[in-house]
């Protein structure tokens, strides 16, 4: 039943996010610019994510380089 109600709820939500987006032409400037912070907010923490994401994938997957050693030996004269 849980399953349900959520997928109901999921239903509403985009019911209610088309129906403003379906006004959103003829909004005033005040809604425009509010929908503009909110959609560049969003695509930011996804592009952050995205980033953080392949920067762990790069360093986590990849084996790990382990170059030779060489030893310092002293100048001797």
Do not use: N, W
């Amino acid at each position: 039943m849980a399953a349900d109600s959520f997928v109901q709820e999921m239903h509403s939500v985009g019911e209610r996010l088309l129906a403003k987006l379906q006004r959103l032409p003829e909004a005033d400037t005040v809604e425009l610019v509010a929908f503009s912070i909110i959609v560049i907010f969003t695509g930011t923490i996804l592009l952050l994510l995205l980033l953080a994401c392949s920067y762990c994938c790069v360093h986590c997957c990849r084996p790990e380089r382990r170059g030779r050693r060489v030893q310092v030996q002293p100048v001797t004269r």
